[in-house]
């Protein structure tokens, strides 16, 4: 019934368009076919011209030229000059077809929200009795990985990661789309299990993807492996981590509806709780004492990273990463890294 509802609506619009447009050329610009608007632009730059005139510069049979001036003539665009019935003059555009075009616009308006009303009924008509276009199954890593490279590239506003250790399809460093994606605005928040940032390279990675502007965050471990676009779609794959290595995995793609909701939310839960992953930078102190780099190993020991880790990383020794944060918890007033943790929080320095 809702098909043909808005099968209905187009094919209305259709029509009026070319009962009220001339066919195709009055449905390209609403108004004028083109032999009109080339006629009216040469008597424009003539001033006024009697139809023979007129036939000679626009290269017109002279019953054609009078056809046209007819026309222009009904549409209130052209006038014969007092006096002289045989010599046309231009009359303003915006007076003869301001009220034309008004009209179109508020009915053209009203076809708009017709067919958008009758196509979001017809969604969720659809949503509703073909319940498997919800949920699509997909088979295979390379498969997995081509279908996260396709949303991530038609992504307009954001994207949403739950990313654990030991990816199945697509490592870090090979999400060369996200790059991309960022540079178009499109706003990306990832949290990432704190296992991933102790695996080589994998915390340069992050932190290339953070200077592009990802907003990065961490937490000791997370439910699912998982990626959401644009709050309409989501990648969750099936395979638990014992599965691994059996077989070829899988994944679901997941489109509007409540498991769709619930899955944002569990994103926004653990997001609130997840620790900021702040970018290694100079020297330079912050008006809260802290320079860049201090703020990056705070932020890599309240998100639990070994000190040996965040020596590697940082590319200093253990002694230097222990004495720099005596210094930060010396600068917050306490004496042991859960204070330090905590006065961290309290004080936005992360």
Known sequence: ?????????????????????????????????????????????????????????????????????QRLQAKGLVAI?????????????????????????????????????????????ASRRDA???????????TLRDRLRD????????????CRANPLAMQG??????YGALSRGVRYRAIYERALLETPGELDSIAEGVSWGEEARTLLALPVRLAIVDRATAICPLVRDDELGIGEPTAAVIGRGQLLDALLALFESHW????????QGGDQQGPD???????????????????????????????????RLDRLMSLAGVDTRTGLAFQAAKRGWL
């Open 151 to 162: 949303l991530q590239n038609s992504a307009r506003e954001e994207i949403l990661w739950f």
């Open 272 to 279: 609130e709780q997840a620790t900021p992953v702040k970018l």
């Open 289 to 323: 004492g802290l320079d860049d780099s201090e703020r990056f190993l705070l932020s890599l020991m309240v998100a639990g990273v070994p000190d040996k880790s965040i020596a590697s990383q940082l590319g200093i020794s253990r002694r230097t990463v222990q004495r």
């Open 1 to 69: 019934m809702v098909d043909k509802m808005l099968a209905s609506a187009l094919d209305r619009l259709i029509r009026w368009s070319f009962e009220h447009g001339e066919g195709e050329a009055g449905m390209q610009d609403g108004l004028l076919d083109a032999r009109e608007e080339q006629a009216y632009r040469l008597l424009v730059g003539l001033s006024s011209a009697r139809s023979a005139e007129l036939a000679e510069v626009a290269k017109l049979p002279q019953h054609e030229a009078d056809e046209v001036l």
């Open 132 to 142: 498997h276009h919800l949920v699509e199954v997909i088979v295979g890593a390379t």
């Open 173 to 178: 460093a090979d999400n060369t789309e996200e």
């Open 81 to 125: 000059q007092p006096g002289d019935e045989a010599v046309f003059r231009p009359l303003p555009p915006d007076v003869a077809l301001g009220t034309t075009l008004l009209r179109r616009q508020e009915s053209l308006e009203s076809a708009r929200k017709t067919v958008a009303s009758l196509s979001e009924e017809f969604r969720a008509s």
